[in-house]
């Protein structure tokens, strides 16, 4: 990971947690139903990226907490790159 | 099931196939993870309903084939409510 | 709730946070996709049984957390349920 | 499509329809949640893949037809390595 990765800005509608640790942001929906779908999209996209997000699903809340295990539990590009496409799916 | 069911019209959007043995609509999304991400709503209904839709996905398209086996293989108001239901989940 | 269930038992696997706050278990899958398959099956389950567990996915481990909101966020019989029922899902 | 491609033998449990039109295959679970923890797992997969099966899944039944639009609707050797994917799927 290269020092401009430390400081680039979190995508919209994300934090970032501690000193670059993860990026981090909670959806609220509807219902259980509507998080649910979302999740599923989710984990499509996951897959294809070959990068999985931690999330936390509780009834309509889903947060997500990204981070590179392999890099040493810090946030990298492809934290960037997935975080980029939730908003994506969240927009659509 | 009652001559009644027999003549009750289609859910909106829905086609009644044959002499009443089933309901069917097709819907069309923009990609396959927008088409699973419907599916993934409707299983979670059809369990809920205890009353399971036969479905065909085929990339972004999704239809919908519902028939009530217990009563011979006709429509019946469990596959009117679960039309309604999907029409519901469609426009949410 | 009763002081009986703050006594009952932990169902077989999981463990009672705290002053019975919540039913706490982790299983570990083979990979994402397992683990993903396991949890698809779990939300029917909470949809059917009108109670949703909080849970965290990160690639191959689901975290599951159970208490009821409703009860002022203790373990009540629905969480012992559910958690039996998550049980039976995992041994079949 | 070579004419290889047309004599391939079909994957171990899988038939093929027509003049090498289509892979069809059909699976029984033991009910509607086990169908579908198996049906959200391939869905994964087709994504990586980037090659989608049809499938129709009717309670505990799945029943997949693979055949590649883009050539002509026949099938190739996409539709062969998706099938040997879901075997593997199923015996794991």
């Known amino acids: ?7 680039m800005d979190a995508p919209s509608g994300w ?3 501690g000193k670059n640790v993860a990026l981090v ?9 509507e998080a649910w779908g979302f999740v599923s999209r989710v984990a499509l996209l996951a897959e294809v990226m ?3 997000p931690e999330y936390t699903h509780s009834f309509s809340r889903v947060k997500f907490r ?3 295990h392999d890099a040493g539990d ?6 960037h790159a997935l975080a980029r496409a ?7």
Request: hydrophobic content about 35%; proline content about 0%; cysteine-free.
């Open 74 to 79: 810090v946030v990298t590009g492809n934290d």
């Open 1 to 7: 990971m290269s020092d401009d990765l430390i400081h």
């Open 15 to 17: 934090e970032i947690e």
């Open 86 to 92: 939730i908003n994506k799916l969240a927009r659509s």
């Open 50 to 52: 070959n990068h999985h």
């Open 25 to 33: 942001r909670e959806f609220v929906f509807g219902d259980f139903s």
């Open 66 to 68: 990204l981070s590179t």
